[in-house]
Nanobody
């Protein structure tokens, strides 16, 4: 069993900053990758940023230069620092993890419950 718990969402003005955290716990053997996705009303869930076990990062074009993903492997935690926020960034942000876990073969996909980010005046 794996749990992903997000924190750090909230209301922020345009141009402001927010830092989201996601802590994974449970019978994790190794982390393949972790990342952040978001879903706005009426839109599909989309990748925001991801980071692999090797440290490679990937960002949505819409957030490049504004968002930075990082991790603390000792804590099984991933972060995304979101700067210069725009109203278009308003969405529910979901943490994603791809893990090898005890007693299961291969890599398994897990999701957090989501945290609301609202950017408005």
């Amino acid at each position: 069993q794996v749990q992903l718990v997000e924190s750090g969402g909230g209301l922020v003005q345009p141009g402001g900053s927010l830092r989201l955290s996601c802590a994974a716990s449970g019978s994790i053997v190794s982390i393949n990758s972790m990342g952040w996705y978001r879903q706005a009303p009426g839109k599909e869930r989309e990748l925001v940023a991801s980071i692999t076990s090797g440290g490679s990062t990937n960002y949505a074009d819409s957030v490049k230069g504004r968002f930075t993903i990082s991790r603390d492997n000792a804590k099984n935690t991933v972060y995304v620092q979101m700067n210069s926020l725009k109203p278009e960034d308003t969405a529910v942000y979901y943490c994603n993890g791809r893990f090898q876990v005890l007693f299961k073969s291969g890599v398994n996909d897990y999701w957090g419950q989501g945290t609301q980010v609202t950017v408005s005046s």
